[in-house]
């Protein structure tokens, strides 16, 4: 499990090894000096962790330290720990790093790059039509429309990594919800645990090109590329919002295979279930 409190660290170690993760210390002073010194993105909270890149390795305790007859033997820990008054004060971006990394919101003459390549496009037709010869306007033309995708792409891959910095700010519908994070930053989820099932009945899952999927009682009933510009602008919202939709879903209680999920008007289950229930 990774999840470092400072913006972009998790992204940075992606192919790190395994990190050690601390959590705050339970004095207030030294709690308030932690709190003082990381990077203010979001509040820093109790159950934040930080990740040793943050702290002086002399602050980080891995051994146990034994005396016997006058000789000082170390027995490693199995879990590291920090020194009393250890605080994070280590590689942390920069503020411009911070608002470097976060999605440009695009203006709007920017926004159309799409329909200027296609007007462009009409515009050559036009002209070939008209001479027959200036081959290098298509060209030109080709490129023009596959730098507007690899930047597309590139803008989606910087929204998403955005908000999964940011997925704590989602808020659950309810106690019952959970939020995942892929160790490896491709994707993160959400799931709603249903007790009378005893399994997770709905699980909303965004992977990194922005693909949205929801899953309801292990079949998937949706799949949407979010909106870029919306997720770059107030992803959290927007997806606080989806999540809480999809919570106030009835779905049907039936167990029956070919259960259609959703019931029939005036009923609380699904026609196929309650023709099994009837067989
Ligand atoms: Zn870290
Ligand atoms: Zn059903």
């Known amino acids: 499990m990774r999840n470092c409190f400072v913006p972009f660290c998790d992204m940075q170690c992606k192919d790190m090894e395994k990190r050690m993760m601390f959590l705050p210390p339970k004095d207030e002073e030294t709690f308030a000096k932690w709190k003082e010194n990381l990077p203010k993105k979001r509040p820093f909270k109790r159950n934040d962790r930080v990740c040793e890149r943050h ?38 971006p920069n503020d411009d790093e911070i608002r470097d990394r976060k999605p440009r919101k695009r203006s709007s003459n920017e926004g ?33 429309e596959l730098a507007a995708i690899e930047n597309s792409n590139e803008e989606k891959k910087r929204a998403f990594e955005c908000l999964l910095e ?12 959970g939020i995942h994070r892929d160790p490896n ?7 709603f645990f249903d007790e009378g099932r005893m399994a997770t009945t709905k699980i909303v899952h965004v992977d990194s090109n922005l693909i949205m999927s929801t899953h309801i009682k292990g079949v998937l009933v949706s799949s949407d590329e979010l909106n870029c510009d919306i997720v ?38 699904c026609s196929q279930c309650q023709k099994a229930r009837e067989a």
């Open 55 to 92: 702290f002086h390795p002399e602050d980080i305790v891995k051994t146990w330290e034994h005396v016997i007859n006058g000789q000082v033997f170390h027995l490693e820990r199995g879990k590291p720990r920090l020194k009393q008054f250890a605080v994070p004060t280590l590689n942390f």
């Open 185 to 191: 930053q491709e994707y993160f989820a959400f799931t």
């Open 232 to 269: 770059s602008g107030n992803g959290t919202e927007y997806l606080s919002a989806i999540l809480a939709e999809i919570d106030e879903q009835v779905i049907c209680p039936g167990l029956d295979e070919s259960c259609q999920i959703y019931p029939e008007t005036d009923s609380t289950e």
């Open 166 to 177: 940011e997925i704590h700010d989602v808020i659950l519908p309810s106690m019952l919800w």
């Open 112 to 144: 159309s790059s799409g329909r200027e390549v296609k007007k462009q496009r009409k515009q050559v037709v036009e002209i070939l039509e008209m001479s027959e010869k200036d081959i290098s306007l298509i060209k030109e033309e080709q490129e023009a």
